[in-house]
């Protein structure tokens, strides 16, 4: 764990938010009562995590021609930690900040690497963003890491859904995942394959795929750690002020 941001925002206006539409636009009232429209960067189901009146921060950019000049950065929840059968709430959760930005995870996982942060990918010197693979050579991944005794392959994805204790991904059927995970089997074992979970938000200690949302998708994780594919879920903790990593979630893959 780091006590150091590793990405600090640029000043950010809090405010609160109206309505959420059209997956790209959010509707805010900022603390001065100024009612804005801000793009959000999320295009998911965003489960649990767009509940209207809820605290908010965005981020305001200077380009004269952006047509929303304002981003939604973050949201505040308040999510319960454990829930009995009968819906009674056993361990009621603390108001936690939540990333909305899903353009930012990658720049902070790349300054993760660069700082050599996470021990259990071993030695490497050269870090290369968004390098084509696959079968038809149409995918990406998100980073290749080389110098060691194998490249490899670090695929991130953003969560921000969590269920009881545990944050999990996807929250809705990711077929686009699912091609993922079948692409980095495809490389094992001459390559290592790394999935890279981004836990958005810093109150879940455990990490768990949604199985309920696209049980196609916990198959083929499983599948691949069975062939080698390695998964690292990051814990970072969202502030205002910046993110800070907090270091891995215990994975429940059973």
Same mark, same amino acid.
């Given at each position: 764990?780091?006590?150091?941001?590793?990405?600090r925002y640029p000043p950010l206006l809090p405010g609160t938010l109206l309505k959420r539409?059209?997956?790209?636009?959010? @509707?805010?009232?900022?603390? $001065?009562?100024e009612v804005i429209t801000a793009h959000c960067p999320n295009t998911g189901p965003m489960t649990c995590i767009s509940t209207v009146g809820s605290p908010v921060q965005v981020s305001q950019s200077d380009r004269p021609h952006r047509k929303l000049p304002y981003t939604w950065e973050m949201i505040q929840v308040c999510d319960p930690l454990?829930?009995?059968? $009968?819906?009674?709430?056993l361990e009621p959760g603390v108001p936690t900040w939540v990333g909305v930005n899903t353009a930012l995870p990658n720049r902070v996982v790349n300054l993760v690497l660069e700082q050599h942060l996470l021990p259990?990918?071993?030695?490497? @010197?050269e870090i290369q963003p968004e390098v084509p693979y696959g079968s038809d050579g149409k995918s990406r991944i998100d980073f290749r890491l080389l110098g060691g005794?194998?490249?490899i392959y670090v695929e991130v994805k953003s969560?921000?859904?969590?269920?009881?204790?545990f944050a999990r991904f996807p929250d809705t059927v990711t077929s686009r995942g699912q091609k993922h995970l079948r692409e980095l089997m495809a490389l094992l074992p001459e390559t290592r394959g790394v999935m890279l979970y981004f836990i958005n938000?810093? @109150?879940r200690a455990n990490f768990a795929p949604g199985d309920q949302?696209?049980?196609?998708?916990?198959q083929l994780l499983r599948q691949a750690i069975t062939q080698g594919l390695e998964v690292l879920p990051c814990r970072f903790e969202i502030t205002p002020v910046g993110i800070r990593y907090l270091g891995l979630a215990t994975p429940c893959l059973a």
């Amino acid at each position: 764990m780091t006590t150091e941001w590793l990405y600090r925002y640029p000043p950010l206006l809090p405010g609160t938010l109206l309505k959420r539409y059209k997956r790209f636009f959010a @509707d805010i009232q900022l603390a $001065s009562g100024e009612v804005i429209t801000a793009h959000c960067p999320n295009t998911g189901p965003m489960t649990c995590i767009s509940t209207v009146g809820s605290p908010v921060q965005v981020s305001q950019s200077d380009r004269p021609h952006r047509k929303l000049p304002y981003t939604w950065e973050m949201i505040q929840v308040c999510d319960p930690l454990a829930i009995a059968p $009968s819906g009674e709430v056993l361990e009621p959760g603390v108001p936690t900040w939540v990333g909305v930005n899903t353009a930012l995870p990658n720049r902070v996982v790349n300054l993760v690497l660069e700082q050599h942060l996470l021990p259990q990918l071993g030695s490497y @010197d050269e870090i290369q963003p968004e390098v084509p693979y696959g079968s038809d050579g149409k995918s990406r991944i998100d980073f290749r890491l080389l110098g060691g005794d194998r490249p490899i392959y670090v695929e991130v994805k953003s969560t921000t859904w969590v269920e009881g204790k545990f944050a999990r991904f996807p929250d809705t059927v990711t077929s686009r995942g699912q091609k993922h995970l079948r692409e980095l089997m495809a490389l094992l074992p001459e390559t290592r394959g790394v999935m890279l979970y981004f836990i958005n938000r810093g @109150d879940r200690a455990n990490f768990a795929p949604g199985d309920q949302t696209d049980p196609v998708y916990g198959q083929l994780l499983r599948q691949a750690i069975t062939q080698g594919l390695e998964v690292l879920p990051c814990r970072f903790e969202i502030t205002p002020v910046g993110i800070r990593y907090l270091g891995l979630a215990t994975p429940c893959l059973a």
